[in-house]
């Protein structure tokens, strides 16, 4: 039976006869049904017009996405360590060549995941390299296709390996995670944030939504709660949620003035920061 893969964003439910009567993620506030309505893939299908392709933003990270766009658009990071490598969130399209070449890497230690809009096709990952996929208890209700492979983890920091660490910072989606490596940057550090800090469009600035597609913002308090969270890592470069958001450099401090930018917007006081 085919494990169906919602065209909208990308999440994989578990095997069935017929494809899946909604998708869940798609009905919720912080995603959408496109106006043509819901249609669902397969991975041979997907694969079938679809490749993956690869960026390396600096030594040791490597951007993944699937051409043409497909779904939100989202794009992985394969963070290359000396004691292993992590997949930083998930894209849907898993094939042949991406294998390959990852196993060429060395394979993968660990997946982690930010949010459910990056869950997409995580248990086909997780069966590939034969390794965990790392989620935040706290939106277990969004897993749409359970598997063994996955961990649940509480609490506000998980080590993944050393000079990795995934921070919840909630927001976004209670669960929001993003990931830190200590090594990345040279040094300075590195923090995949996702769209749990999202890197604007110009590149200058942080932001943060509740729901990117219908603008819904998140309050002072969850936004405070973020800078608190990334309070005790050190970083320089901030890797967003698409291939070209990017903060190259000086990014502790973009957060820090993007924090006072959006208190100020939300409290009614633009300018002011
Ligand atoms: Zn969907
Ligand atoms: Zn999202």
Known sequence: MPAFICTACGTQYPPSEAPPPQCTICEEERQYVPPTGQSWTTLPSLGARHFNSFRQHEEGVIGIGTQPNFAIGQRALLVCT????????????????TVTLIKGLGGLKAIGISHPHFYTTMVEWSRAFDCPVHLHAADREWIMRPDAAIKLWEGE?????????????????????????????????????????TVTTDRKFLTFMRSYPNFIPLSAREVEAIAAALEPFAFDVIYGHFFDRVIATGARQVLKVSVVRYLAAIRGTPGTG
Do not use: E, K, M, Y
């Open 82 to 97: 000396p004691h292993g490598n992590v997949l930083w969130d998930c894209i849907a399209l898993i094939d042949a060549a």
């Open 157 to 197: 920091t998980l080590p993944l390996l050393p000079d990795v660490t995934l921070i919840r910072c909630g927001g976004h989606f209670p669960g929001g995670t993003v990931l830190h490596w200590g090594a990345g940057a040279r040094g300075a550090g590195v923090l995949c944030s996702a769209d749990i800090a």
